[in-house]
């Protein structure tokens, strides 16, 4: 089984046994647009997500491994990522464009490629 395919198959078992309201990818609710990401060396799950402009964000963001950071500069938005419950951030994108996150509490060799994408659309 290669890397890839043991994360992938990592993240499938974690999902399944969260609460249903954990979802991968991106839903709306009413006036809300609701996304579930996890956090795990050295990668998020999904790595990109794709949000509405003027739309409010929640991000649920959880990790079962250790604690982990969430930082997209373009956006302004910054939080930790502990063990437990899911982490809740909320925000309203303003602006159309891709920005890109990172992890920014060091987690170990590979750290330097946990990123990814937030695409908002218009």
């Given amino acids: 089984m290669t890397r890839g395919m ?3 198959a ?7 046994t969260r609460s249903a309201a954990i979802v991968v990818a991106a839903e709306s609710h009413g006036e809300e647009q609701h996304v579930s990401m996890l956090a795990m060396k050295f990668d998020y ?5 794709t949000v509405k402009k003027g739309k409010p964000v929640v991000l649920e963001l959880s ?5 982990h950071g969430f930082d997209v500069p373009g956006l302004g938005l910054r939080t930790d990522i502990p063990p ?20 920014d509490n060091f987690c170990g060799d590979g750290h330097e490629g946990m990123t990814g994408q937030i695409i908002v659309t218009d």
Wanted: charged share 20%; aromatic share 8%; net charge positive.
């Fill in 6 to 8: 043991f994360r992938a």
């Fill in 10 to 16: 990592l993240a499938a078992l974690v999902l399944a």
């Fill in 45 to 49: 799950l999904p790595d990109t997500i």
């Fill in 63 to 67: 990790t079962l491994d250790r604690i």
């Fill in 84 to 103: 437990g419950p899911p982490t809740i951030l909320r925000f309203t994108p303003k602006k159309a464009g891709t920005y890109n996150l990172h992890c």
